[in-house]
């Protein structure tokens, strides 16, 4: 009796399924500090810019221009996680489509502030929390790729 799954047609072992699941983890826990990284570098700077121009810190941005804040914060965490993406190897469709699960939940959540459904206390919170679900959730769409091996994802994305 062969224990396995199948996977676009080839049997996997249980020792492979490990293996593969490791590997998306580890990208999971990659992309995850990178965007932790992008949220700490970039918004210092995003910080500095708004308090050149408006004269006032954070708490301010993120409650008296709740879109900019959001934007930024979706930018700040995006770019980095984009970068690693490419140096793994993912193509620019890859990117762009996870670059758009972050925006696109920015969107979701700018609607219902604009509709004053959500409070500026709740935006940004809610956007930090929910962009990591929103992450993963693109990856585990194209588990193949992201636990697959460096590189594979490019080759893949090249593939008639």
Same mark, same amino acid.
């Given at each position: 009796?062969?224990? @396995?799954?199948?996977?676009?047609?080839?049997?996997?072992?249980?020792? =492979?399924?490990?293996?593969?699941?490791?590997?998306?983890?580890?990208?999971?826990?990659?992309?995850?500090? *990178?965007?932790?990284?992008? !949220?700490?570098?970039? @918004?210092?700077?995003?910080?500095?810019?708004? %308090?050149?121009?408006?004269?006032?810190?954070?708490?301010?941005?993120?409650? =008296?221009?709740? =879109?900019?804040?959001?934007?930024?914060?979706?930018?700040?965490?995006?770019? +980095?996680?984009?970068?690693?993406?490419?140096?793994?190897?993912?193509?620019? =469709?890859?990117?762009?489509?996870?670059?758009? $699960? !972050?925006?696109?939940? $920015?969107?979701?959540?700018?609607? +219902?502030?604009?509709?004053?459904?959500?409070? *500026?206390?709740?935006?940004? +919170?809610?956007? !930090?929390?929910?962009? %990591? /679900?929103?992450?993963?959730?693109? !990856?585990?769409?194209?588990?193949?790729?992201?636990?697959? /091996?460096?590189?594979?994802? $490019?080759?893949?994305?090249?593939? /008639?």
């Amino acid at each position: 009796m062969r224990v @396995g799954a199948v996977i676009h047609g080839t049997a996997v072992s249980g020792g =492979e399924r490990g293996q593969r699941l490791k590997r998306f983890v580890r990208h999971v826990i990659e992309m995850t500090v *990178a965007m932790l990284l992008g !949220m700490a570098v970039l @918004g210092t700077t995003f910080r500095a810019i708004h %308090l050149a121009v408006f004269g006032s810190g954070f708490d301010a941005a993120w409650h =008296e221009h709740t =879109e900019l804040a959001v934007f930024a914060m979706t930018f700040n965490m995006t770019l +980095p996680m984009v970068a690693l993406m490419r140096y793994r190897g993912h193509g620019w =469709e890859r990117c762009a489509e996870m670059a758009a $699960a !972050m925006f696109g939940l $920015a969107f979701a959540l700018l609607v +219902p502030f604009w509709l004053g459904a959500l409070s *500026a206390d709740a935006v940004l +919170p809610l956007e !930090m929390a929910l962009m %990591l /679900p929103a992450m993963i959730a693109v !990856m585990a769409l194209r588990f193949d790729e992201y636990a697959g /091996p460096r590189g594979a994802s $490019a080759s893949a994305e090249r593939a /008639p």
